[in-house]
């Protein structure tokens, strides 16, 4: 018992190094250790709290609030309008919505126009599975003109809803933000620049309306600045989340107008990262420059019947209403002739404001961090307080929580998940602050663990350099693969080093070796705390390991300040030192202990119940020609409920390629009494090899979809003609060639045109549509109450199809 005082040292030390180094004199004694201890964690905990109270949404102003302001209490008055109920796109409650917005901004006194027209998905995106999509969009466009105008500013929000739910967040808040915002505008003095309100159709569906209106509006002709208004769940800040490339001056702009301003630009390269897409989507392929805000906790009502205006944190729509208007205002004042700048920033969120730096400095700054580690190291060396064997083992010991505490959240998930298997269908679990919290103690027990069997062998300085080597390294990684996210540990890592030289170089006794590596951790607290705290909902408990790591090098830049609380390394013999194992235990134990209470307390909190169902995913799926149909479920395990409906896997692309799906669940179905569309020919002229149909696809019900499918063993499509507009022909796997996806698709059904080279006598085309709502089948069965429906595009849908020869 007992471990060696002096570390090991290699080389000839330049000074004797036995007993304590003079500046750890004072910290010997143990009172004045803890009391240190104290001091320095209160002050962490401080700076953590202010870092969080910062990410709070302001308090909802009332509809009585001044003229010139944004007030959350008057905008919900229209999202109580916009979400009382479900209204797709083409549906007639979507007509609805849009008319009172127009009516609204009329009564503004803006020139106001509705854009309908036929419009291709942006970029052929998420529809591109079943073929080329493309909608009938109605935009809501209104303008305030601006006195000497530089350049346009554009507010869009999408007004559409999905089939599944009233979309009271998404996106009625920011419709009915950009409405408030548009009447705080005209309030107050005339902007300088233009500013143009769109409200787009069809966001849900394909981006068809952003699409459309970035493409053909003569409004979009010169591009501008677009600020895009989106919600993700029901609550939490609303975070600025995506920009155009070479966005230094606006993210300036963002930075010194919103009142709120929650942006990082890790956010930026997550988001990536994710299936999502917004109608920003659509304006970054066309001339135009902005911002993209989204508020995203709360993701267990996503595009769920839940999502109603009852569901909304009026505070978060606030934080959306009030940093549009700042924002607006000032790109409103300033020249917009010249936002682009030749370099991204680097930006993230602190106490008072955001914290921006051009983007440029990233590898130096990473650079900058390996050298002050590495000059920590040769210091710490010298002072003999770690010889190079322990700064290695420190350094290699160090990988092992970086590792551990990601692989042990996402275990601990799985095993969450198995107990209750319906989170495999949510974003996020409806109350998931205990998971969260479950996970964070997860990772600091792996840590004080880590550390209890270490630190007596390795030394605590050995131990810290080796946590910061990791983020100094990763920094430099993070430079060069995903720059927007390099201070998060750079910064970090750069701080702790100087933080440790500066105590180092203190010799006098008194607190300043304290103070600084405290200072030191402070800026870890400050820039890795909120990155936690933000990471949960953006990426679900699904991906509760991301969160889990963050958390992991934050307590590696608290380190030294974690080190005060254990006895002076080395400093006793004996009982004492059995005491200060067991010290160094003891928050590990305890940490360990928290976390599974905490799942615990989760899982028993956050059962399914009416208000919080679990969620089932159901199609049904109808041959008119044959009368086949089947039950359809996208469930990879399912649920009791949807388990009477769906037994094995199936392969529908054959019989329905306008799902755009492969293999699904499915088991047998009634038929019902549903006509298929009509398709109907109204030319068909052959010449040098060619066949030119021209089709009318008629839905014979209220569809929100119709889909048109040419079998490839028939002919192959060489052109393609609908609505007037050519689509492009591209080969596709299987049997159908050629595929078309057309959402809200008008009654009097839509004019195809094919060009093809037929390879028999009649062509075989599929024709399908899809309404919503599964409730008037026969062999349906109302869902008990504690059962929901999943949040997606084709939850509840009802297809039927129809093979054409012709
Ligand atoms: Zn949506």
Redesign the pocket.
């Known amino acids: 018992m007992g471990a060696p005082t002096t570390p090991a040292t290699t080389g000839t030390p330049s000074r004797p190094t036995r007993g304590v180094p003079p500046a750890d004199r004072a910290l010997t004694r143990p009172r004045r250790r803890l009391l240190a201890a104290a001091a320095a964690l209160v002050a962490l905990a401080a700076v953590g709290a202010g870092s969080l109270l910062d990410l709070r949404t302001p308090a909802p102003k009332p509809a009585d609030a001044p003229a010139g302001e944004f007030s959350a209490g008057r905008a919900y008055e229209d999202v109580q309008v916009i979400a009382a109920r479900t209204h797709v796109a083409g549906s007639p409650a979507n007509d609805q919505v849009r008319a009172h917005i127009e009516q609204q901004l009329r009564g503004l006194g803006l020139e106001t126009e509705v854009q309908d027209t036929v419009a291709p998905e942006a970029g052929q995106l998420s529809g591109a599975a079943g073929g080329a999509t493309m909608a009938r969009v109605r935009n809501v466009v209104a303008r305030l003109p601006g006195t000497a105008s530089t350049g346009r500013i554009f507010l869009v929000a ?1 007004y559409d809803s ?1 089939q599944t739910g009233p ?1 009271g967040n ?2 009625a808040a920011g419709t009915s933000a950009i409405l408030e915002v548009a009447r705080a505008l005209t309030t107050g003095p005339r902007p300088r620049n233009d500013i143009v309100f769109v409200l787009t159709d069809a ?2 569906a394909c981006l068809c309306g952003a699409s459309a209106f970035a493409a053909s509006h003569p409004l979009a002709a010169d591009g501008g600045v677009v600020l895009n208004l ?1 919600a ?1 769940g029901s609550t939490g800040p609303v975070i600025m989340f995506e920009t155009s490339t070479n966005n230094a001056k606006l993210v300036d702009v963002f930075g010194r107008a919103a009142p709120h301003p929650v942006g990082t630009s890790f956010a930026v390269e997550i988001y990536r990262a994710l299936p999502n897409d917004t109608d920003f989507t659509a304006f970054l392929d066309q001339k135009f420059v902005g911002l993209n805000s989204a508020y995203i906790d709360g993701g267990a009502i ?2 769920t019947p839940l999502d109603t205006p009852a569901a909304m944190d009026r505070g978060s729509l606030q934080q959306h209403g009030d940093n549009a208007l700042g924002v607006a205002r000032e790109f409103g004042a300033v020249d917009l002739t010249d936002l682009r700048s030749g370099h991204d920033a680097t930006y993230f969120p602190v106490p008072g404001g955001l914290v921006r730096y051009p983007g440029w400095l990233t590898l130096p700054l990473a650079l900058l961090a390996v050298a002050a580690v590495v000059a920590l190291g040769w210091l710490t060396r010298r002072q003999g307080r770690a010889g190079t064997g322990r700064l290695a083992a420190g350094f290699g010991l160090a990988l092992v929580p970086i590792v551990a505490a990601p692989v042990a959240a996402q275990l601990l998930w799985l095993a969450i998940t198995t107990i209750r298997p319906g989170y495999a269908e949510l974003l996020d679990p409806y109350r998931p602050v205990w998971y969260r919290l479950a996970v964070l103690a997860l990772a600091a027990a792996i840590l004080f663990t880590w550390y209890a069997l270490t630190r007596r062998r390795i030394g605590p300085a050995a131990l810290a350099i080796g946590g910061l080597a990791w983020l100094a390294l990763l920094g430099v990684l993070l430079a060069v693969a995903v720059p927007g996210g390099a201070y998060l540990t750079t910064l970090p890592a750069l701080a702790g080093a100087l933080g440790g030289l500066v105590a180092l170089r203190t010799r006098q006794t008194g607190p300043w070796p304290v103070v600084a590596v405290t200072a030191a951790a402070a800026v870890g607290v400050l820039i890795l705390l909120p990155t936690v705290v933000l990471l949960f909902p953006a990426l679900g408990m699904g991906m509760g390991g991301v969160a889990a790591l963050v958390a992991v090098l934050l307590g590696l830049t608290a380190l030294p300040v974690v080190d005060l609380l254990h006895p002076q390394a080395g400093g006793q013999r004996g009982l004492l030192a059995l005491r200060a194992r067991r010290l160094g235990v003891l928050p590990a134990g305890a940490a360990a202990v928290a976390a599974l209470v905490l799942a615990g307390v989760g899982l028993a909190v956050d059962r399914f119940d009416a208000a919080h169902p679990a969620p089932t995913h159901l199609m049904y799926a109808m041959d008119a020609g044959t009368g086949q149909a089947r039950w359809l479920s996208h469930e990879s395990d399912p649920q009791p409920w949807t388990d009477g409906y769906v037994d094995g896997m199936a392969d529908v692309g054959d019989d329905f390629p306008g799902l755009g799906d492969g293999e699904l669940r499915a088991g047998p179905a009634q038929t019902a009494n549903l006509p298929a569309p009509k398709l109907d020919v109204l030319g068909d002229t052959t010449a040098g090899g060619e066949r030119t149909l021209r089709l009318r696809l008629t839905p014979q019900r209220a569809a929100r979809l119709a889909t048109l499918h040419v079998d490839t063993s028939t002919a192959t499509v060489l052109r393609a003609e609908v609505a007037g507009r050519s689509v492009p022909v591209e080969p596709r796997e299987g049997k159908w060639g050629f595929g078309l996806v057309f959402h809200a698709p008008p009654a009097e059904g839509i004019e195809v045109t094919l060009t093809v080279r037929p390879t028999a006598a009649q062509v075989a085309l599929r024709a399908m549509d899809a309404s919503d709502g599964l409730e008037a089948l026969p062999g349906f069965q109302a869902r008990p109450p504690a059962v929901g429906v999943v949040g997606s595009h084709s939850s509840e849908m009802l297809a039927v199809a129809r093979t054409y020869p012709i």
Do not use: A, L, T
């Open positions: 999408h999905v979309g998404d996106d966001e849900e989106e993700r996503y595009h």
